[in-house]
Each structure stands twice: as C-alpha cells, then as structure tokens.
C-alpha cells in the first residue's frame, strides 16, 4: 500500500503558506486549490497545495501582481 500524505487543516496551510486565512478560503472557493470538506471543514493535502503554487495554479491576486494586467 503506498505512503498516503495526511489530511490539513486550512490553518496549516495559512501557516505552510504564510497568508492569511481568508485568501486560502477565496483560492479554494475558485478551485485554485484542491480541497475537500469533512463535515463543516475543509482538508487539503500540503503536496496539491505546493503542486498548485509551483504551476501557477493558485494565481496571485491583484494587489501581490502590481495592479490589474
């Protein structure tokens, strides 16, 4: 049976990250980064998160890329 990475919470992801909460709920909401509800919270797994960023599919907002393009 192979390794299986262990299930987060938002607020180790806030910290892995080093944002603030609500900009991990506004990524997960637009399907920028995966993510599953268990009951009323929801769990990611860290290596989705990093393989998201790496791709650029967890876009930056605005404010972090200069203004709007």
Do not use: F, N, Y
Request: charged share 40%; proline share 6%; hydrophobic share 35%.
């Amino acid at each position: 049976m192979p390794d299986l990475e262990p299930w987060v919470s938002v607020e180790t992801v806030v910290r892995h990250l080093g944002i603030d909460r609500d900009a991990v709920c506004r990524r997960i909401d637009k399907r920028g980064v995966p993510a599953h509800r268990v009951d009323r919270l929801w769990e990611l797994e860290l290596g989705d998160v990093d393989g998201r960023v790496r791709t650029g599919g967890a876009k930056q907002p605005e404010a972090e890329r200069g203004g709007v393009e």
